[in-house]
Each structure stands twice: as C-alpha cells, then as structure tokens.
C-alpha cells in the first residue's frame, strides 16, 4: 500500500544498506588493504621527487571533498538531520586544509609554497585535516540517529555550519603560517628525517580515526555509514605508513598513502551521485507509471458510463415509446382501456429495470477507500455485470465457481476492478478468434492459506511470447497502448498480493490474482 | 397499408413498444432480435418501409449491417437508435447514408415523424426508379439509326442538318423522328429532350 512508499527514505544517506552494498564495501575496503598489505614492505624506499603530483592529486581530492560537503548540505536542506550537518562540516574541513595544505607545500605552486614556512606549515594542515575529518565523522556517528531538529531553519543550519568550518579554518590557519616557530616541529633538518613528536601524532591520528570506525561500526546501518566506514579504512594506512615505518615525502609509502586519500575521497561522492542517479530513476518511473494510472482510470470510467448509459437508455426508450402508446389509446373514441393497462404495466415493469441497473453499478461509485469487508466475488460479480453485453455481444457463455465462504480482503475496490475488468476485457478480445460454440470465461475464486485466490480463463488464442506481457509498453494488440496489464500488477503489489500468468497455450488463457484474506 | 417497419433491437421490452406504437400508427412491423435474423430476411424491391436498428446488437453490430446492407444493395432507409451519443459512430453511420441517428430515449411523436419522413423519400425514391426503369426500356426499343437520330435531335440539330450528316433524305430522317417520339413516349420536343437528360443522369 502507498505507506511503504512513503517509509522509503527519500534521502540517500538515510536509505539502508542493502546486502549489495555491504558487499561492494567489503571488497573495496580488502583491495585497499591488501594493495597496502602488499606496498607496506618497500614503504620506506625513496622515489624520484615529483613536485607537480602533490598539487594535482591534492586539487582534485579536495574538488571532490568540496563537491561531496555540497551534496551532502543538499540533502540536509531535503531532510533536516542533525547528524548531515557534522558529516558536510568534515567534508568541508578536508576540502579546504587538502587545498590549503597543497597550498604551503614546498615545490607545489611555489618553490617554498605560497603559505607558512615550506616546511611545518604544510605538515600542520596536514594534521588538522586528518583530525577534523574524523572529529565531523564521530560527531556524525553520536549524532546520525538523533530525531531531526525542526527548531532552526534548515537555511540556517546550513550557514552556520559553513561560517563555523570557516573560523576555525581560518584561526587554525593563522596559527601554522604567523606562529608556526612557537609550535612543535615534525621535521629535523631535513623534510625526510621525522622527529618523535610527528611519530606520536600520527599513531594518535591512526587511534582517533580507529576510534571513530569503531563508534560508527557499532551504529551502522545507512549506505553513508558503510561508504563512510571504507573511507576512514582508505585513510588508516595513511598514518601507519607515517608512523611504523617512520616513511616520509617522496617514498613509495608516501606516494601510495596519497593515492589512497585520493581513493577515499572520491568514493563517498560517486556513491552519492550514483545512488542520485537510482533514486531518480525510481522518481521517474513511478511518474511516468502514476500518470499513466490515472490515463487509463479514465478510459475505463469512459467504458464504464457508457455500459450504463446504454442499460439505462433502453428501458428508457421503451417507458417513452409506451408513454405515447398510451396517449393515443386515452386519445381513442372510447378509450382502449385494457391496452392501456398492458402499456402502464410494462411503463413499470421498464421503470424497476432502470432502478436495477442502478443498483448493480452503484458499487462502482462507492467510496474507493472503503477498505472495510470487501469481497473479491463481489468486485468480480460486478465486473461481469459490468461487461455482460460485451461479453453477450461477443457470444461468450460465463462460468462461475466462487469459493463457498467467502472472505474478506483489505484494498481499493476501484482498482482491483480495473485489475478484473482488464483481465477480462484482454479474455473477450483474445475469444474472438475462437470458434462462437468454445467461447467460455471461466471465474472462479478458492482460498489457499492466507490468500483468496482468484483466477480467470479464457479459451482464446493464448500469447505467444509470455515472458514480457507484464512490462509497461508491451503489447499484442495493433492499437494498444501496452499498459494493462503493467498497470494491473503494481495494482495487486500495491495490495501485497501477485498476478501471475498461470497457462497459456492454444487452448486459452489462465490468470491468477492472489490476495492475503484480511484479519478480521 | 403505410409500409414495412424492419425493427432490429436486443432489448425486447424496447422492440415492444415500439412495435405497439408503430402498428397503431398504421405500418406492418417485423421485429428482429439480432442483425444475423434481419439478413437471412428476402427483401421486395417493391415494398415500401425503413429499417430501426439498434447500434449495440450481439455479435453483427448495426453499424456492420449497414454495411452487409449496402454490399447487397438493399436500399431501404436506415433509422437507427442508440443508447449512448458516440460522435464517430454516428458520423460513420451518417457518411454511409444512414436515414437518421436517434438517441433512446426518443419520443413517440419524433419517432412516428421520422419514420414517415423515411417512408415518404424511400417512397419518392423508388417512383423515380420505376420511371427510369420505363425510360430505359423505351430507349431499349430504338434501333441503332433511331437512337443515332434521337441523340442529334436532343443536341438541337434540325432535321435537315441530321440528312446532311447521314447522307439520307429529310423524309427519311422525319420518319425516324416520328418513331422515336412514339417510342420515347414524348409528346413535344421538350419532353424528348427532358427524357434524354433524365437517361444520361441515371
């Protein structure tokens, strides 16, 4: 029913993660492991200095920060939670220290770099991109299953979060340019020589960002939650690289922890705009499928009224034709009394006719919510009184077999009669083929379990190629749109029910509608 | 005797009415209950009436035995009756000759008229037939010099003239004349040529 539509996250960092997800995560999350598994023993050895791979390498990854910390602030206007904030502002962190680290370093866009010292500077950038990162993911991770703030405007939120990011930005960034020689020093000498402190900072960065997968490991459940997990593993050999083997500029393990930044950085966003891509696709569909509904609602209210006008037009006809009959007779010298009396009974005889029909179609125009009580042989006895003159016209004689005790299901009476309707319309057209004397509909309905089971069958011409008869667009018939029995699925999905093909052949054709009895 | 009413309708209470008050008006009415029970019916070229049908029938619809009723050229006029207004079908109906299209229900006054109306012009139409079948016969009589003198004469030529072409006599020619007025059964020359013109349009 359309609730389970509407529990289906809109927003992609709150949809689950499927099995397919957790898998892909995996194998992503080994490969890196194992590529650094398989580099960590020749960390150490020192590669040619190539100056220009920092500032490319770093430009992009922090292009794709800067585009993911948008997205993300994007989903955050659609769905306010708190915990979208904290992961935008890491996002946004790392963007801007990636630039500003590429920035200050030696060799990059200036032989000396453009900020601080060439030296500490870029090192310090370094550490605080690697510790705000984590510190937004762990306050994503605390944060994530928190009810969504309605107090403050989601505008707001969004502007403070940036202002926030960029004053702390900016003050830290103050702080390693002007005041860079009051601060501790990673390097002795030379940049490829590291002192113990920069040695005990990564091993704290490895721990804070370990930490932080082990808090959101702990409360994963989201497809951001698994990407965001793979990224923080991309980064770990980051650190260890730098500790362990005490690795610096220009070694292999320097160039390949880079490598996996680059990695971690443009993963989240490509699952983000990959999922975009499927959660509009499904958007899209179901418009095109719900407009489509709507179409062919009317063509059948068009049908519909039609067949009524014409049960109620006859009796009408005849009312109005006696009416004149008899103002003739009263007309007469002497009047023709028992004539008369013929003609007034059959006024009324014509006029109970009329007040059948509308009766019998009433139900069609009953309130369709009525989920109350609703029998499937009831909504078939109407369709089939619905279709009796085309189904008369087409010399089709009609056998019914409904389960002795009826029971009650839950649903949309006007669309599973469309649902019936149009498994019956599809019968008379595929009989006409059919010799007149073998033209039989068969309805019948049967409870099985917890379903009531209802099939029609025809002894029609049967379909030839049964694989595809249930998608939109496909047809057999020159002048059909394709839609029917599309259409008619979803209907009986929608009800937690199935429509199935059951036999076709030669000999005819068997459709088979399940619906779950309701609980009474 | 007014004429023959062909009553094709599914719905027996309407085929009732209807025939009751048609017959009171004075018209012998045969009522089917299908198209198929209408055609196995042998029509007389002679007999004067119109057809009501329905346009929802079983199986052969009305507007399919129109057609069937052209194919074998039956030219009784067609009324027909409907439940519902259904534009194209009526237009179809219309374009294919049909008499009228009625929308049931249809008053006892509007429906008498229009069947009148149907018998006068099927009436008139089968008179006009009946002359031409004459006419035709008579100009079956002629000889071929006769019908040769008779076209020249409705051309306006004189007697003279129609000597000169055939290079006889204008005795010869007026002894023509004479038979093909005779045999035309006209009476002046403006009657001859009104014949002639009467032949060429049928």
């Not at chain 1, 997968?213 to 793979?230: E, G, K, N």
């Not at chain 1, 595929?430 to 049967?446: E, F, G, I, N, Y």
Request: charged share 20%.
């Amino acid at each position: 029913m359309p609730a389970r539509e509407e529990e289906f996250p809109l927003i992609i960092p709150l949809m689950p993660a499927t099995r397919a997800h957790r898998v892909a995560a995996i194998w992503v999350a080994a490969t890196l492991l194992l590529v650094f598994a398989a580099i960590a023993p020749f960390a150490g050895i020192h590669l040619g200095r190539v100056d220009v791979f920092v500032p490319v390498l770093q430009t992009v990854l922090s292009a794709a920060d800067l585009l993911t910390a948008t997205l993300l602030l994007g989903q955050y206007s659609v769905q306010p939670q708190r915990g979208l904030l904290a992961i935008a502002a890491a996002y946004l962190f790392g963007g801007t220290f990636a630039f500003l680290q590429t920035l200050s370093f030696p060799g990059g866009y200036a032989p000396n770099g453009v900020l601080g010292d060439g030296y500490n500077t870029p090192a310090w950038f370094f550490v605080f991109w690697h510790t705000t990162f984590p510190l937004g993911i762990l306050a994503y991770a605390l944060l994530k299953d928190k009810a969504q703030s309605t107090a403050r405007s989601t505008r707001m939120g969004i502007v403070v979060t940036i202002a926030s990011v960029l004053i702390a930005v900016a003050a830290l960034t103050w702080m390693v340019t002007a005041r860079v020689n009051h601060l501790p020093s990673f390097y002795t000498g030379s940049v490829t020589l590291q002192t113990r402190f920069g040695n005990q900072i990564n091993i704290a960065l490895f721990l804070l960002c370990a930490g932080t997968l082990a808090i959101l490991f702990s409360r994963r459940r989201t497809i951001l939650d698994m990407w965001v997990m793979v990224t923080l593993v991309a980064w770990m050999p980051n650190f260890l690289v730098a500790a362990v083997a005490s690795s610096v500029r220009f070694s292999i393990g320097w160039y390949a922890t880079r490598g996996f930044a680059l990695v971690a950085s443009c993963m989240l966003l490509s699952v983000l705009l990959t999922e975009m891509m499927v959660l509009y696709s499904r958007l899209a569909s179901a418009l095109i499928l719900q407009r489509r509904e709507r179409a062919n609602q009317l063509m059948s209210i068009d049908a519909a009224t039609s067949a009524i006008a014409h049960e109620i037009r006859s009796p009408l006809g005849s009312i109005t034709l006696n009416a004149g009959v008899a103002l003739n007779h009263l007309a007469a010298e002497p009047p023709d009394l028992e004539e008369m009396d013929t003609v007034l009974k059959d006024i009324e005889q014509a006029s109970l006719r009329v007040d059948a029909t509308i009766t019998s179609v009433h139900g069609l125009f009953r309130n369709s919510s009525d989920h109350s009580g609703m029998r499937i042989e009831d909504v078939a006895r109407q369709v089939l009184r619905l279709m009796q003159h085309d189904l008369q016209a087409g010399q089709i004689s009609v056998v019914t077999g409904f389960a002795d005790h009826a029971h009650a299901i839950a649903g949309d009476r006007t669309q599973l009669q469309q649902v019936i309707l149009n498994i019956v319309k599809n019968a008379i057209e595929a009989m006409m083929s059919t010799p007149a004397d073998q033209r039989k509909l068969t309805v019948s309905t049967r409870v099985q379990e917890r379903w009531v089971v209802l099939n029609i069958r025809d002894t029609g011409a049967g379909i030839l190629q049964r694989a595809n008869i249930f998608d939109a667009f496909y047809t057999t018939k020159p002048d059909g749109m394709g839609l029917g029995l599309a259409i008619c699925r979803t209907i009986v999905d929608r009800h937690g029910g199935t429509l199935a093909l059951v036999a076709t052949d030669d000999h005819g054709t068997e459709f088979e509608v399940k619906l779950p009895i309701a609980c009474e | 005797m007014r004429g023959t009413i062909y009553l094709v309708d599914d719905d027996p209470e309407f085929s009732a009415a209807a025939q009751r008050l048609l017959e009171m008006a004075g018209y012998q009415v045969l009522s089917f209950p299908s198209a198929e029970r209408l055609l196995e019916q042998q029509f007389s070229k002679d007999r004067v009436g119109c057809i009501l049908l329905d346009v929802r029938l079983p199986a052969l619809t009305g507007p399919d035995l129109q057609q069937q009723l052209i194919a074998q050229s039956v030219e009784l006029p067609i009324i027909f009756l409907s439940g519902y207004d259904d534009i194209p079908t009526t237009v179809r109906t219309i374009k294919s000759g049909a008499e009228d299209f009625m929308r049931k229900p249809v008053t006892a006054d509007i429906l008498l008229s229009t069947v009148e109306r149907a018998i006068d012009k099927h009436k008139t139409s089968q008179q006009r037939r009946d002359e031409r079948a004459i006419l035709s016969a008579n100009a079956g009589r002629l000889t071929p010099r006769e019908r040769e003198v008779f076209e020249r004469i409705v051309e306006g030529k004189s007697n003279k003239q129609i000597a000169h072409e055939f290079g006889s006599t204008v005795r010869t020619i007026k002894a023509h004349r004479q038979r093909v007025m005779e045999k035309m059964q006209a009476r002046s020359l403006a009657e001859l040529v009104l014949v002639a013109h009467q032949l060429r349009s049928s």
